[in-house]
T-cell receptor, first 115, second 113 residues
């Protein structure tokens, strides 16, 4: 596609439920990142994929968060037993090769609200 | 660790005024530096970047120079327009750290007629 796409754009769920957020990166980009942005803050890193493997998951806040990228393209961020503190905008970005000098292209985000 | 500090907003300017948004950083390693912009209702997009010391990034009339000696990457524009109203984020990434971006908290710019 022309850019990074994310679905859904908005997700409202109840505390304790399970949610999945999807990211479709720019075609051909091997690096994929997930970030989380709380109101009034800058995005915070969650996890980085190089191809199919999670090369760095040091930003995941706890074991309720998990992400996959089984075919090296689309990625899904999974959150179990959601909590109100998980409410935020979840951003996905991709870059050509994952080098520090590469530009990361961001999707529009999924706004998650946990009631 | 890596961190980015930006001047707090909001910054309110009249059209055609000069803009400076300060950004300083700390990094373990040699960073690449970025300014991202988030227009109302839109996603984050790259405004400019610089990947080595003394490089100047520029785009849409905005400029920022990578100053290693002062660990700074201040954003400037000589004459702002109403359409520049947005939130601006300074960020860095370091080779060997998964190239993840570390962002500042963002500075909201409001330009009025």
């Amino acid at each position: 596609g022309a850019g990074v796409s994310q679905t859904p754009s908005n997700k409202v769920t109840e505390k304790g439920k399970y949610v999945e957020l999807r990211c479709d990166p720019i075609s051909g980009h091997t690096a994929l990142y997930w970030y989380r942005q709380s109101l009034g803050q800058g995005p915070e890193f969650l996890i980085y994929f190089q191809g199919t493997g999670a090369a760095d998951d040091s930003g995941l806040p706890n074991d309720r968060f998990f992400a996959v990228r089984p075919e090296g393209s689309v990625s899904t961020l999974k959150i179990q037993r959601t909590e109100r503190g998980d409410s935020a905008v979840y951003l996905c970005a991709s870059s050509r090769s994952g080098l520090a000098v590469d530009t990361q292209y961001f999707g529009p985000g999924t706004r998650l609200t946990v009631l | 660790g890596n961190s980015v500090t930006q001047m707090e907003g909001p910054v309110t300017l009249s059209e055609e005024a000069f803009l400076t948004i300060n950004c300083t950083y700390t990094a373990t390693g040699y960073p690449s530096l970025f300014w991202y912009v988030q227009y109302p209702g839109e996603g984050l997009q790259l405004l400019l970047k610089a990947t080595k010391a003394d490089d100047k990034g520029s785009n849409k009339g905005f400029e920022a120079t990578y100053r290693k000696e002062t660990t700074s990457f201040h954003l400037e524009k000589g004459s702002v327009q109403v359409s520049d109203s947005a939130v601006y984020f300074c960020a860095l990434s370091v080779t060997g750290t998964a190239s993840k971006l570390t962002f500042g908290t963002g500075t909201r710019l409001q330009v009025t007629l």
